[in-house]
């Protein structure tokens, strides 16, 4: 049978405590991407210094003063993957309601609303099958669009769509294109 010498156990150990501490910083590096619309709004309001403490203090999220600062420094990457996350929903939810994806994200909240109470919508479908899987991309799009876009303040998200490179529109084009062919069939 063989042991594990006293030396290296305590190596082990060490290894152990080191992994730990930085799996929580780990899971905490992701906060920023998805705490930063939340960030922006606040710091209309608030410091970063006053947000890092709220963080800690109600939520119990260790996030610093200056990191904050530095994202909202270098916001336009964080605008871009907020935009790259809520985007495939507004095509989805274009295609159906015939409007540009780029528009869906500009309407005002009352407006989206209003849009996911009409009952005709364009399903391109070939069977009943497939209006099932349509209409349950749509509605995924829906909650997608309501909790993480329409959510935040038009200034937040004015400021977000500004931001988006003009690249990353023109790239789109394809996109629009086949989602109007698509979209350009049998109605629900």
């Known amino acids: 049978m063989t042991t594990i010498d006293e030396g290296l ?6 290894l152990v405590r080191y992994a730990a501490e930085v799996a929580e910083f780990s899971a905490q590096r ?6 930063f619309p939340y960030i922006y709004q606040a710091s209309k309001r608030m410091s970063t210094r006053a947000i890092s403490r709220f963080l800690k ?22 605008w871009l993957a907020w ?8 095509r989805v939810f274009g295609a159906a309601h015939d409007i540009d994806p780029d528009d869906v994200l500009e309407l005002e909240a009352g407006h989206f609303d209003h849009l996911c109470g009409e009952n005709t919508l364009n399903l391109v479908a070939k069977n009943t099958q497939q209006v099932e899987e349509k209409w349950g991309e ?14 935040f303040d038009q200034d937040t998200r ?22 109007k062919e698509n979209a350009s069939g049998s109605k629900q």
């Open 158 to 179: 004015q400021t977000c769509l500004a931001l988006v490179p003009e690249d990353k529109e023109e790239g789109e084009e394809e996109k629009k294109e086949a989602d």
């Open 57 to 78: 203090e109600e939520q119990g999220i260790k996030l610093s003063a200056v990191t904050i600062a530095k994202a909202l420094k270098v916001a336009d990457k964080y």
């Open 138 to 151: 749509y509605e995924d799009a829906v909650s997608v669009l309501q909790s993480q876009w329409f959510k």
């Open 30 to 35: 992701g906060l920023v991407d998805e705490l």
């Open 83 to 90: 935009y790259e996350s809520v985007e495939p929903a507004a």
């Open 9 to 14: 156990t305590h190596v082990g150990e060490e």
